[in-house]
């Protein structure tokens, strides 16, 4: 998500990726995306980031289905993979939460074990949440990653489904590695966004995340 873990959730980067003969396109204007975390012993802080290897493409997504959720999760994929220059990152939807490297699920993050959580407020129709779990020595990454979305309006209430659609987006973000906030509203990486969609510099950010080297290893059941 063996030794005592400590969950970060976030409410809302082993190897580089390789890219073959493609050289790490330059970027500008972005934001920090890594996670501050405290080094394990001492008072410090370790900056944590991560990226799906190209080898666990495409990442594999179990979502209950409820809400639409399933449909809001398939366009959230779309939406982030379109990101992308070179396919850095691809998604799947899957139908047995065994197999699932990220599960999507219905309502508020459980109460709080050992976990660091950052809230996504994103609007007052619904909230988002995401958990990892990360070893205590700062290094592995334990699947699955679990995603919250959290309705807290009727299903016909004004507002809903575009609430869930941009928490969905903005969760998944942080599943594919963007682990901070931007401090920018017109960011859908944002805690609180005023956008639909990831703009110009979240786009940016993502793809430095990915070419990017990453300090936390993926480690499955």
């Known amino acids: 998500m063996m030794a005592i873990s400590r969950r970060l959730t976030f409410g809302a980067a082993v190897t580089a990726l390789a890219c073959g003969d493609i050289a790490a396109p330059v970027r500008g204007d972005l934001y920090e995306w890594r996670l ?48 992308f220059l070179y396919r850095e990152f691809e998604g799947t939807l899957v139908s047995d939460s065994t197999t699932a490297d990220v599960i999507v699920l219905r309502g508020a993050a459980g109460p709080k074990l050992r976990m660091k959580r950052l809230h996504s407020a994103l609007a007052p129709e619904c909230a ?42 903005h969760e998944m973000g942080h599943a594919l590695g963007i682990f901070a ?22 786009r940016r950010t993502a793809e430095a995340v990915y070419h990017t080297p990453p300090t936390l290893q993926v480690v499955r059941p």
């Open 36 to 83: 501050e975390a405290p080094s394990i012993p001492g008072p410090g802080l370790d900056t944590l980031s991560f990226h799906w290897d190209r080898n666990d493409l495409p990442v594999r997504v179990w979502v209950e289905d409820t809400d639409d959720l399933p449909g809001h999760v398939a366009r959230a994929l779309d939406v982030w993979e379109s990101v």
């Open 128 to 169: 988002g949440a995401t958990d990892l779990d990360i070893d205590v020595a700062n290094t592995e990454l334990r699947l699955p990653i679990r995603v919250f979305i959290d309705p807290r309006s009727l299903p016909d209430d004004p507002g809903i489904e575009s609430c869930l659609a941009l928490t969905t987006i």
């Open 181 to 202: 906030h931007s401090p920018d509203p017109e960011d859908i990486m944002f805690a609180d966004p005023e956008v639909e969609l990831p703009s110009a510099r979240d």
